[in-house]
Nanobody, 117 residues
Framework: QVQLVESGGGLVQAGGSLRLSCAAS????????MGWFRQAPGKEREFVAS????????YYADSVKGRFTISRDNAENTMYLQMNSLKPEDTAVYYC??????????WGQGTQVTVSS
């Protein structure tokens, strides 16, 4: 069983930055690929970024490429999402997720990010 807890969300002006954290329980954190997703009001949940267990591979949605950076610290069982140059369209609830095999099987409760124009 894996438990994920996000933090770091908040209200920020357009152009600002936020750093989200995802703290994971369980001894298998370092062996799992992880990802960030987001869901805006009235929209479906969408992929934001992912990172392999070894941190050697990262992937980003086109909408955040060049502005967001995903990273992880396996020693601390924590994953991060550094978000720079935030836009109002980045407003959403952000979720972290952990993969089991090819599927994201474990999800956090989400943290709200609001970007004002």
């Amino acid at each position: 069983q894996v438990q994920l807890v996000e933090s770091g969300g908040g209200l920020v002006q357009a152009g600002g930055s936020l750093r989200l954290s995802c703290a994971a329980s369980g001894r298998t954190f370092s062996s799992r690929a992880m990802g960030w997703f987001r869901q805006a009001p009235g929209k479906e949940r969408e992929f934001v970024a992912s990172i392999s267990w070894s941190t050697s591979s990262t992937y980003y949605a086109d909408s955040v490429k060049g502005r967001f950076t995903i990273s992880r610290d396996n020693a601390e069982n924590t994953m991060y999402l550094q978000m720079n140059s935030l836009k109002p369209e980045d407003t959403a609830v952000y979720y972290c997720a952990s993969k089991v095999g090819v599927q994201y099987a474990y999800w956090g409760q989400g943290t709200q990010v609001t970007v004002s124009s």
